[in-house]
């Protein structure tokens, strides 16, 4: 059976699944019978497309007579499509484990698990998808299954205008994606992506098409400005539905530009390379700045996607570029260093959105200003949630600081690059990537130490309980990931080669053979570096540090209350929060990037009313672009309004002058 | 033999960064005490007080969590790793290729990621003001610390520190605009990270100048011991950086023979020296900063960092 059939199967599954939930969901064993059946199922993907990367198989074809009369449904499993089914139905999996024991507490598992299901389908299919018709049925399929899902907690003021945002948003990146596609029919005649990759497109249709594919798929992945519905959508979901969308639908989105822009349309210039990591750049630095504003706990996970997606769409600007220069060797360079940190960021943004719902169970809280101290009653859940914290800082030994290091290997080719206009822009990214992952430790250093550490700032986090056992094994496999990841990228990079030889056309050296296990990205007298011997160094120096302490010093230890400087407060309010954890940054990046307005109103001496602090942040997309768009449809409309009550007389009016100004416009178009 | 020669090369490094730190320490703090008309203490006083601090019995809060107990280790092994695979007396060490300078950067923000967590762990403001700030510091020095290292890589065309200074000891380099700039950042950012004046002040403790010491305020004993050797092998880390970046001359570059060994370690230390009697002087020069004040001065390091990119972009000649 050929591997696309296999997958097909899944996504066709994923759908069964969904109806099950549907006509079983009231009753209580349903929600152990559906996650378990999807759990089971994404294994199976899981089994599939690894095994599809590492065989380096031949794509297969298969059409099915469905969609569109004459044509058929196209769908190809490729190695792309192998590389973005594994993240798919990796997320999937985890999330479906993780819901076993998460998911048990759902108030309404009827709008929560029909649409589980077909939001998986949903994304199996777009990967699989190979006509313009198909693909953009299931990304729609997939948009409104998730929207039900954003939605789920329908009573919730927040999550229904979240939903709003979200629907209009994934409507019009939907629109941008229909009109890219509309071209590429339009150039090669026909929807499939063999005939339209087959097409030779002027320049201009390629330039337009890269644009239209980076609205629309960047809407979808999170693309500062089109990013607004982001941090909206993701936390108003339940917890493990947050982590599909931030880990795994947001790369969806990317999917859907490197099909376009690498694989369809692949005759691209350098300058969409320049505008796709410009971007990405700016979407970086104002994500992490943004999150670190955020005191709602899953707020701020979800403006750190935006980041993650900036980081990136900077690897894929900068391997267009150079693939647009024919230099596939360096491409091949910065595509792998972003589908790594695809791979990444699923892995540790699950992580962190499963540690999210497991603090949001034991607490019921998500805000961070009433969390703390937690590691002393969850432990298990803090270990995990530290390693994600530590990966997604972009920490060696883990993961999240190996893809960061092939993008920093990838700028520092650049100087290659002919073009004056990416001469200047390639380095000014590299500096906003040095600064987003500064900024990103500091962002993670307050969450974990906020929630985490500490004392507690609330009676519900002193009194939280650690997770059910399906939850954390669920953390612990994504930790366990980050860790292999970070101490052997190696193999990650030479599963990737299946991918950057089908799109770029070169490979990286063999890393498996590698002396060492060492990652070398073009020579090893060029830049190499060693996860494993950086993990057993870190490991050895601590433990012979301790070991001669304890050994030749003392161990001697005693508790005692907290020192403090000699001023010990007892009550948990005066340690530092959140909001006062970010109040430098926000001093000095705050002015100029959110235009931060803090009113303090202190009483006189004397007075006894209580003193008032209140910031006000403001994201610029709202502010400059949403704001100004939205009452600019508000005023339309209401002028609109006044049309509906006129009289016979007018309306007859109406119609002849419009009848006369078509006429007119017809007279004229002869 | 091969090996184990090979190995033992590299052991002595990283044990040597270990063994001179506090001495290195020592001095600048001896040279500081001269300039401020006061007879100093003792050269070798830090290795008494780190002798005194281990044998004494670390005081932990009741609420304190494994974080912070194990915070110092992880900080010491971090600094430690990040120091011991920087070519100090001689380049292509065994394990010098395990690590580029972009990583070394990356260890050291481990270190202080760890740190400003143990400093938020008990829940004193003292703490949550320390971690807070110096993760605004690090924000605004660790891009400047990428860029210098970008335009280094850019003119030796590689990121591995013992490439770059083989290639920087050996081919005629020469004085370059952007190797200027680079070093300017260097310094600045140095001292920022090594939370020297005018960024903060090691020997404070008034508490609303406090970086750094706020951060650790809650360490005693063995712990604050291994946080004290940690800032000692960041302070190296940083000299021998510099040392090996911009005045790479007497490393051992080729065949590891006795000679070219002793003349590399002559030199090391000979830098060291150096350096550690012109920091206390830059230091009592100038006066500490007010903490809204960092940005600029960080952003200079930053800017002159960006500019010397920026001309490796522009041209190969500069």
Same mark, same amino acid.
């Given at each position: 059976?050929?591997?696309?059939?296999?997958?097909?199967?899944?996504?066709?599954?994923?759908?069964?699944?969904?109806?099950?939930?549907?006509?079983?969901?009231?009753?209580?064993?349903?929600?152990?019978?559906?996650?378990?059946?999807?759990?089971?199922?994404?294994?199976?993907?899981?089994?599939?497309?690894?095994?599809?990367?590492?065989?380096?198989?031949?794509?297969?074809?298969?059409?099915?007579?469905?969609?569109?009369?004459?044509?058929?449904?196209?769908?190809?499993?490729?190695?792309?499509?192998?590389?973005?089914?594994?993240?798919?139905?990796?997320?999937?999996?985890?999330?479906?484990?993780?819901?076993?024991?998460?998911?048990?507490?759902?108030?309404?598992?009827?709008? /929560?698990? $029909?649409?589980?299901?077909?939001?998986?389908?949903?994304?199996?299919?777009?990967?699989?998808?190979?006509?313009?018709?198909?693909?953009? /049925?299931?990304?729609?399929?997939?948009?409104?299954?998730?929207?039900?899902?954003?939605?789920?907690?329908?009573?919730?003021?927040?999550?229904?205008?979240?939903?709003?945002?979200?629907?209009?948003?994934?409507?019009?990146?939907?629109?941008?994606?229909?009109?890219?596609?509309?071209?590429?029919?339009?150039?090669?005649?026909?929807?499939?992506?063999?005939?339209?990759?087959?097409?030779?497109?002027?320049?201009?249709?390629?330039?337009?098409?890269?644009?239209?594919?980076?609205?629309?798929?960047?809407?979808?992945?999170?693309?500062?400005?089109?990013?607004?519905?982001?941090?909206?959508?993701?936390?108003?979901?339940?917890?493990? +539905?947050?982590?599909?969308?931030?880990?795994?639908?947001?790369?969806?989105?990317?999917?859907?530009?490197?099909?376009?822009?690498?694989?369809?349309?692949?005759?691209?210039?350098?300058?969409?390379?320049?505008?796709?990591?410009?971007?990405?750049?700016?979407?970086?630095?104002?994500?992490?700045?943004?999150?670190?504003?955020?005191?709602?706990?899953?707020?701020?996970?979800?403006?750190?996607?935006?980041?993650?997606?900036?980081?990136?769409?900077?690897?894929?600007?900068?391997?267009?570029?150079?693939?647009?220069?024919?230099?596939?060797? /360096?491409?091949?360079?910065?595509?792998?260093?972003?589908?790594?940190?695809?791979?990444?960021?699923?892995?540790?943004?699950?992580?962190?959105?499963?540690?999210?719902?497991? =603090?949001?169970?034991?607490?019921?809280?998500?805000?961070?200003?009433?969390?703390?101290?937690?590691?002393?009653?969850?432990?298990?859940?803090?270990?995990?949630?530290? +390693?994600?914290?530590?990966?997604?800082?972009?920490?060696?030994?883990?993961?999240?600081?190996?893809?960061?290091?092939?993008?920093?290997?990838?700028?520092?080719?650049?100087?290659?690059?002919?073009?004056?206009?990416?001469?200047?822009?390639?380095?000014?990214?590299?500096?906003?990537?040095?600064?987003?992952?500064?900024?990103?430790?500091?962002?993670? /250093?307050?969450?974990?130490? =906020?929630?985490?550490?500490?004392?507690?700032?609330?009676?519900?986090?002193?009194?939280?309980?650690?997770?059910?056992?399906?939850?954390?094994?669920?953390?612990?496999?994504?930790?366990?990931?980050?860790?292999?990841?970070?101490?052997? $990228?190696?193999?990650?990079?030479?599963?990737?080669?299946?991918?950057?030889?089908?799109?770029?056309?070169?490979?990286?050296?063999?890393?498996?053979?590698?002396?060492?296990?060492?990652?070398?990205?073009?020579?090893?007298?060029?830049? @190499?570096?060693?996860?494993?011997?950086?993990?057993?160094?870190?490991?050895?120096?601590?433990?012979?540090?301790?070991?001669? +302490?304890?050994?030749?010093?003392?161990?001697?230890?005693?508790?005692?209350?907290?020192?403090?400087?000699?001023? $010990?407060?007892?009550? $948990?309010?005066?340690?530092?929060?959140?909001?006062?954890?970010?109040?430098?940054?926000?001093?000095?990046?705050?002015?100029?990037?959110?235009?931060?307005?803090?009113?303090?109103?202190?009483?006189?001496?004397?007075?006894?009313?209580?003193?008032?602090?209140?910031?006000?942040?403001?994201?610029?997309?709202?502010?400059?672009?949403?704001?100004?768009?939205?009452?600019?449809?508000?005023? @339309?409309?209401?002028?609109?309004?006044?049309?509906?009550?006129?009289?016979?007389?007018?309306?007859?009016?109406?119609?002849?002058?419009?009848?006369?100004?078509?006429?007119?416009?017809?007279?004229?178009?002869? | 033999?091969?090996?184990?020669?090979?190995?033992?090369?590299?052991?002595?490094?990283?044990?040597?960064?270990?063994?001179?730190?506090?001495?290195?320490?020592?001095?600048?703090?001896?040279?500081?005490?001269?300039?401020?008309?006061?007879?100093?203490?003792?050269?070798?006083?830090?290795?008494?007080?780190?002798?005194?601090?281990?044998?004494?019995?670390?005081?932990?809060?009741?609420?304190?969590?494994?974080?912070?107990?194990?915070?110092?280790?992880?900080?010491?092994?971090?600094?430690?790793?990040?120091?011991?695979?920087?070519?100090?007396?001689?380049?292509?060490?065994?394990?010098?290729? !395990?690590?580029?300078?972009?990583?070394?950067?990356?260890?050291?923000?481990?270190?202080?990621?760890?740190?400003?967590?143990?400093?938020?762990?008990?829940?004193?403001?003292?703490?949550?003001?320390?971690?807070?700030?110096?993760?605004?510091?690090?924000?605004?020095?660790?891009?400047?610390?990428?860029?210098?290292?970008?335009?280094?890589?850019?003119?030796?065309?590689?990121?591995?520190?013992?490439?770059?200074?083989?290639?920087?000891?050996?081919?005629?380099?020469?004085?370059?605009?952007?190797?200027?700039?680079?070093?300017?950042?260097?310094?600045?950012?140095?001292?920022?990270?090594?939370?020297?004046?005018?960024?903060?002040?090691?020997?404070?403790?008034?508490?609303?100048?406090?970086?750094?010491?706020?951060?650790?305020?809650?360490? !005693?004993?063995?712990?604050?011991?291994?946080?004290?050797?940690?800032?000692?092998?960041?302070?190296?880390?940083?000299?021998?950086?510099?040392?090996?970046?911009?005045?790479?001359?007497?490393?051992?570059?080729?065949?590891?023979?006795?000679?070219?060994?002793?003349?590399?370690?002559?030199?090391?230390?000979?830098?060291?020296?150096?350096?550690?009697?012109?920091?206390?002087?830059?230091?009592?020069?100038?006066?500490?900063?007010?903490?809204?004040?960092?940005?600029?001065?960080?952003?200079?390091?930053?800017?002159?960092?960006?500019?010397?990119?920026?001309?490796?972009?522009?041209?190969?000649?500069?």
């Amino acid at each position: 059976m050929p591997d696309v059939t296999i997958g097909l199967g899944c996504a066709a599954g994923f759908l069964v699944i969904g109806a099950t939930g549907a006509a079983i969901g009231r009753f209580s064993f349903a929600k152990t019978v559906i996650y378990g059946l999807s759990l089971a199922l994404s294994l199976i993907a899981l089994g599939l497309a690894l095994s599809f990367l590492l065989r380096h198989a031949e794509a297969s074809t298969v059409i099915l007579p469905l969609g569109l009369p004459g044509t058929g449904a196209h769908f190809r499993l490729d190695a792309l499509s192998a590389f973005f089914l594994l993240v798919v139905s990796l997320g999937g999996a985890t999330t479906s484990l993780y819901a076993l024991g998460y998911g048990q507490s759902e108030r309404a598992p009827l709008r /929560v698990l $029909p649409y589980y299901g077909a939001f998986l389908g949903g994304m199996t299919l777009v990967v699989l998808a190979a006509d313009a018709y198909s693909v953009l /049925v299931a990304g729609e399929f997939m948009s409104l299954a998730s929207w039900a899902l954003v939605v789920a907690h329908y009573r919730d003021p927040a999550a229904v205008r979240a939903g709003y945002v979200y629907l209009v948003m994934a409507s019009f990146g939907t629109l941008c994606l229909l009109l890219a596609f509309g071209l590429l029919a339009h150039a090669s005649g026909e929807y499939t992506f063999a005939a339209m990759r087959a097409t030779k497109l002027g320049p201009e249709v390629a330039v337009a098409v890269a644009a239209l594919a980076l609205v629309g798929a960047g809407s979808k992945a999170g693309v500062v400005p089109l990013h607004a519905w982001l941090p909206l959508a993701h936390p108003a979901a339940p917890s493990h +539905i947050s982590a599909l969308l931030s880990g795994v639908m947001t790369k969806v989105g990317v999917y859907g530009f490197v099909r376009i822009v690498f694989d369809v349309a692949a005759d691209q210039s350098p300058w969409s390379g320049l505008v796709a990591l410009t971007l990405g750049g700016v979407t970086a630095v104002l994500g992490v700045l943004y999150a670190l504003m955020q005191h709602d706990l899953k707020r701020l996970l979800a403006y750190h996607t935006v980041e993650n997606i900036g980081i990136i769409f900077i690897g894929l600007g900068l391997a267009l570029a150079f693939r647009a220069n024919g230099q596939d060797g /360096v491409a091949a360079l910065a595509l792998t260093a972003a589908l790594f940190h695809v791979f990444n960021h699923a892995v540790f943004k699950s992580l962190l959105f499963f540690g999210a719902g497991a =603090v949001l169970t034991a607490t019921g809280q998500r805000d961070m200003e009433r969390l703390g101290g937690l590691i002393h009653v969850m432990p298990k859940t803090a270990v995990v949630f530290l +390693i994600g914290c530590a990966s997604i800082s972009a920490l060696p030994p883990l993961n999240g600081f190996v893809s960061e290091w092939l993008t920093f290997q990838a700028i520092l080719l650049s100087p290659q690059l002919p073009q004056w206009g990416l001469k200047f822009a390639v380095p000014a990214t590299g500096a906003l990537l040095a600064l987003a992952a500064a900024l990103a430790a500091a962002c993670f /250093v307050k969450a974990f130490g =906020v929630v985490f550490l500490s004392r507690p700032r609330s009676p519900e986090a002193a009194a939280a309980r650690e997770v059910d056992r399906f939850s954390l094994s669920a953390m612990f496999v994504l930790a366990a990931l980050c860790v292999l990841a970070g101490i052997l $990228p190696g193999f990650v990079i030479d599963w990737l080669s299946p991918v950057t030889s089908a799109l770029t056309g070169a490979v990286l050296p063999h890393q498996a053979s590698m002396p060492w296990l060492s990652i070398v990205p073009i020579a090893e007298s060029r830049s @190499s570096y060693n996860g494993l011997i950086i993990f057993l160094f870190l490991t050895a120096s601590g433990l012979f540090g301790a070991a001669v +302490i304890h050994k030749f010093a003392t161990r001697a230890t005693r508790r005692s209350a907290i020192w403090d400087c000699g001023f $010990p407060l007892d009550s $948990p309010v005066t340690q530092y929060t959140s909001s006062s954890f970010a109040m430098p940054i926000r001093r000095v990046f705050g002015a100029a990037v959110f235009g931060v307005i803090e009113r303090v109103d202190m009483p006189l001496p004397g007075e006894m009313r209580a003193g008032h602090f209140q910031v006000r942040v403001r994201d610029p997309a709202w502010r400059f672009i949403y704001g100004p768009l939205a009452r600019s449809v508000a005023r @339309s409309a209401q002028w609109l309004n006044r049309m509906q009550f006129l009289t016979v007389r007018s309306y007859l009016t109406l119609v002849f002058l419009a009848l006369i100004g078509l006429l007119l416009v017809v007279a004229a178009w002869r | 033999m091969a090996v184990i020669i090979a190995l033992a090369l590299q052991f002595f490094q990283i044990a040597l960064i270990v063994a001179i730190a506090p001495f290195v320490l020592g001095i600048t703090r001896k040279v500081r005490a001269r300039l401020l008309c006061r007879r100093g203490p003792p050269l070798l006083q830090v290795y008494y007080d780190l002798w005194k601090l281990m044998h004494k019995e670390a005081v932990l809060a009741h609420n304190a969590s494994w974080v912070y107990r194990s915070a110092p280790y992880l900080v010491f092994a971090a600094t430690w790793t990040a120091a011991g695979l920087v070519p100090t007396y001689a380049t292509g060490l065994v394990f010098s290729w !395990s690590a580029d300078l972009i990583a070394i950067v990356a260890l050291l923000g481990t270190a202080r990621f760890t740190l400003a967590l143990a400093g938020m762990d008990v829940g004193t403001a003292f703490g949550g003001l320390g971690s807070s700030r110096e993760m605004m510091i690090a924000s605004l020095a660790e891009p400047a610390m990428l860029l210098i290292a970008f335009t280094v890589a850019l003119i030796a065309g590689t990121t591995q520190l013992s490439a770059i200074a083989t290639v920087f000891v050996t081919a005629e380099t020469g004085l370059r605009v952007s190797l200027g700039l680079a070093l300017l950042g260097l310094i600045v950012v140095g001292i920022a990270e090594n939370a020297r004046i005018p960024i903060d002040n090691p020997a404070t403790h008034l508490e609303l100048t406090m970086v750094h010491e706020a951060m650790v305020l809650e360490y !005693s004993g063995r712990h604050l011991a291994m946080i004290e050797a940690a800032a000692a092998v960041k302070l190296v880390l940083y000299f021998s950086l510099i040392a090996c970046l911009f005045f790479p001359f007497g490393i051992a570059t080729g065949d590891k023979t006795a000679a070219a060994i002793a003349i590399g370690v002559g030199s090391f230390l000979c830098k060291m020296l150096v350096l550690a009697v012109s920091l206390p002087i830059a230091e009592t020069s100038v006066a500490k900063m007010r903490v809204f004040r960092y940005p600029a001065f960080l952003g200079g390091a930053f800017a002159a960092a960006a500019l010397a990119v920026f001309l490796r972009f522009v041209s190969r000649g500069f």
